[in-house]
T-cell receptor, first 112, second 115 residues
Framework: DQQVKQNSPSLSVQEGRISILNCDYT??????FLWYKKYPAEGPTFLIS?????DKNEDGRFTVFLNKSAKHLSLHIVPSQPGDSAVYFC???????????FGTGTRLQVTL | NAGVTQTPKFQVLKTGQSMTLQCAQD?????MSWYRQDPGMGLRLIHY???????DQGEVPNGYNVSRSTTEDFPLRLLSAAPSQTSVYFC??????????????FGPGTRLTVL
């Protein structure tokens, strides 16, 4: 049973436009969410996170939005750049545990 | 700091062989974990450890053993390799959840092929 879902395996966006990556979760006990970025042949790297007490967190070009009632979060990248082309994983955890539950990932391609 | 290191980078095994994937971190992190990444499956947790001497099973533990004798090292052992264990394996570490954040740092991965 996939508790964290990324329903779009891939996304293609033009350089300069907004990229929106979506993530849904089913476990209402999740209270902390993270996004990781992964380039080929490298390990995932942390990008941005959000606590369930917030509905938005911003870091430069990256903004994560959380809608707890819908159990949905999204990552916005504005403006998108070719270097943003990577696989993006959504992950979630509960407050008392260190372990993360990951989604299946979305491959973002930013075209010129 | 070297961060999280993994060896080897690549490995080819025959069915039935055993091997150990090494993982080490120099950030004094309490929590360490192993994931496997397969196409369409994302990152799935194999085993994890919240400190030296303490390990627990994740989502897909069958066929793998771990131990945590030191804070720094967390090796993953394949007891009798099977083709279904062909995957890319990532080790990760972080501070324990009691801290205000616990961003996990990942190693570069080990690409394993079992023939």
């Amino acid at each position: 049973d996939q508790q964290v879902k990324q329903n779009s395996p891939s996304l293609s966006v033009q350089e300069g436009r907004i990229s929106i990556l979506n993530c849904d979760y089913t476990n209402s006990m999740f209270d902390y969410f993270l996004w990781y970025k992964k380039y080929p042949a490298e390990g995932p790297t942390f990008l941005i996170s959000i606590s369930s007490i917030k509905d938005k967190n911003e870091d430069g070009r990256f903004t994560v939005f959380l809608n707890k009632s819908a159990k949905h979060l999204s990552l916005h990248i504005v403006p998108s750049q070719p270097g943003d082309s990577a696989v993006y994983f959504c992950a979630a955890k509960t407050g008392t545990a260190s372990k993360l539950t990951f989604g299946t990932g979305t491959r973002l391609q930013v075209t010129l | 700091n070297a961060g999280v290191t993994q060896t080897p980078k690549f490995q080819v095994l025959k069915t039935g062989q055993s091997m150990t994937l090494q993982c080490a971190q120099d950030m004094n992190h309490e929590y360490m974990s192993w994931y496997r990444q397969d196409p369409g499956m994302g990152l799935r947790l194999i085993h994890y450890s919240v400190g030296a001497g303490i390990t627990d099973q994740g989502e897909v533990p069958n066929g793998y053993n771990v131990s945590r004798s030191t804070t720094e090292d967390f090796p993953l052992r394949l007891l009798s390799a099977a083709p279904s264990q062909t995957s890319v394996y990532f080790c990760a570490s972080s501070y324990a959840s009691s801290r205000s954040y616990n961003e996990q740092f990942f190693g570069p991965g080990t690409r394993l092929t079992v023939l």
